[in-house]
């Protein structure tokens, strides 16, 4: 599967934008998919993920509540509704699916990655 984000963008704290991650070419509605944000000089996080048929969701503590994360198993995109943005929420936010198994928040449990969209949130 090949997995392209797109959605990010240069706002103002306390807007809001939409990223999205369209999949093809192999196995999507069956996986996990997450968001993960990586910051310079940082490593890669977890920002939020959603179990296979949507029925799970799981938030890092800094986004809960302001962020909210949504699949199309249909259309074969995973989206991330951002709101309230904060300049902490800057970087490079990736979208991966995860392995059949593994914990949420373990980059390496995820087999597959985009290739990432900037967000920058000004103060």
């Known amino acids: 599967v090949q997995l392209q984000a797109s959605g990010g963008g240069l706002v103002q704290a306390g807007g809001s934008l939409r990223l999205s991650c369209a999949a093809s070419?192999?196995?999507?509605?069956?996986?996990?998919m997450g968001w993960f944000r990586q910051a310079p000089g940082n490593k890669r996080d977890l920002v939020a993920a959603i179990r296979w048929d949507g029925g799970r969701t799981t938030y890092a503590d800094s986004v809960k509540g302001r962020f909210t994360i949504s699949r199309d198993n249909i259309g074969t995109t995973v989206y991330l509704q951002m709101n309230a943005l904060k300049p902490e929420d800057t970087g490079v936010y990736y979208c991966a699916r995860r392995r059949d198994s593994g914990s949420y928040f373990y980059s390496g449990a995820y087999d597959t990655w985009g290739q990432g969209t900037q967000v920058t949130v000004s103060s």
């Open positions: 070419g192999g196995a999507f509605s069956a996986h996990a």
